[in-house]
């Protein structure tokens, strides 16, 4: 058994690179009262990431004529997807997992920072794109084709940043390499127990606000929110006892808590990154070198991603507060809706086949050309 470095080390941080006392620091927070800041955390890093690394390979494959669009759009192709990334991943988390939280106060969708969820960004993607291809006049699937390896590529980043951020942990699990995390309550917020043994979710109010740049940081006040854990967990032992305001600064009552932590669990996170993560992107990468017609890797995406999810949710543990809907999570009954589309796709492509390569580019050496444009003649011989 492991214990997350939440638990073992009270410095770390998910801050991938910050600068304080005069020197730069890895995965170290910024001390309270410093004058020095957050460059980066893995999530940005992750994010990062995908973007460099998609706007890379589509402007290659445009070149190698296999992403058959004008050479001005695929940059703009990105960036729609980026887009749709951002909207879609907090919109899904928001109708998926916590309509009622979100849509209550509709703001919480800009200012709550709760995270996404990879089944908005997909459906949002598919969305924006079919937008996209009619704006552009090139095929909606096509667009989606060459999407459907960054999610492979980038689930492997964003997994391997939730197992370092300690969230979306697996079952409960006696495997050599179980881990416990530091428990956390709806909404990814902390769980803490007072001497009396009750249970509480810290929620983090307002800070109170700058009046100069220069100005030693604002304190944040805490008060508790009483909530009881639907999974096992543990008191962490002699563990380190902190004092919260409760109600906020203006409040004389005090609580002394510590922190939860989870019963032994399954790394999911890392069982996901192999799995939709490395698994998936071998076999899309395989399927793309041989993919002939439009749609067929958008299928091939669908059915692996939908199976591949259904197995690794076995291990994960469901959110707090949502359990299971005939004996599948939400997580899996969303997959098994990806795997039919999938299937379904599949049907429509042996029907009314369309080739990649009767698609319009303007790429040097390929033909047909772009609209407008009809290619050289040969020299006569």
Not at 20 to 40: A, I, K, N, Q, T
Not at 174 to 202: C, D
Not at 282 to 311: D, E, H
């Amino acid at each position: 058994m492991f214990d997350h470095p939440y638990i073992t080390d009270p410095n770390y941080s998910t801050t991938v690179l910050s600068w304080y006392d005069g020197g730069l620091h890895f995965f170290r927070r910024v001390p309270s009262g410093s004058d020095g800041f957050e460059l980066f955390n893995v999530f940005h890093l992750a994010y990062g990431t995908i973007f460099v690394v998609a706007l890379a390979m589509c402007h290659l494959w445009w070149k190698r004529g296999s992403f058959r669009v004008r050479k001005r759009q695929v940059l703009d192709s990105v960036l729609v997807a980026v887009a749709a990334i951002i909207i879609g991943g907090r919109l899904g988390e928001a109708m998926f997992y916590q309509p009622e939280y979100f849509f209550s106060q509709p703001m919480r969708l800009i200012t709550n920072a709760s995270g996404f969820t990879i089944h908005g960004m997909i459906l949002f993607t598919i969305i924006a794109f079919w937008f996209w291809a009619r704006w552009i006049k090139r095929p909606w699937f096509h667009l989606l084709d060459q999407s459907v390896i960054f999610v492979a590529f980038g689930t492997i980043l964003g997994r391997v940043a939730n197992f370092l951020g300690g969230d979306l942990w697996g079952r409960e699990g006696g495997v050599p390499w179980a881990v416990r995390f530091p428990l956390r309550g709806p909404l990814f917020r902390s769980a803490v127990e007072n001497r009396a043994g009750e249970t509480f979710v810290v929620v983090s109010e307002t800070p109170d606000v700058w009046t100069w740049p220069w100005q030693e940081a604002p304190t944040t006040s805490y008060y508790l929110e009483p909530w009881q854990p639907d999974q096992t967990f543990e008191s962490l032992p002699g563990g380190e006892w902190e004092t919260y305001h409760v109600g906020g600064a203006n409040s004389d009552m005090l609580e002394t808590v510590r922190m939860l932590v989870t019963t032994p669990r399954h790394p999911s996170q890392l069982y996901q990154a192999i799995t939709e993560g490395v698994i998936l992107l071998i076999i899309l990468i395989i399927v793309r070198r041989k993919a002939t017609r439009v749609g067929q890797l958008s299928a091939w995406f669908l059915v692996c991603y939908g199976g591949l999810r259904m197995v690794s949710e076995f291990f994960r543990q469901p959110e707090p507060g949502l359990g299971y809907l005939l004996g599948l999570t939400r997580g899996q009954l969303l997959s098994l809706s990806m795997v039919l589309g999938g299937f379904a796709l599949f049907v429509m492509i042996h029907r009314k086949p369309k080739l990649i390569a009767d698609i319009p580019t303007d790429a040097p050496g390929f033909t047909p050309q772009v609209e407008g444009r009809k290619p050289e003649a040969e020299p006569a011989s």
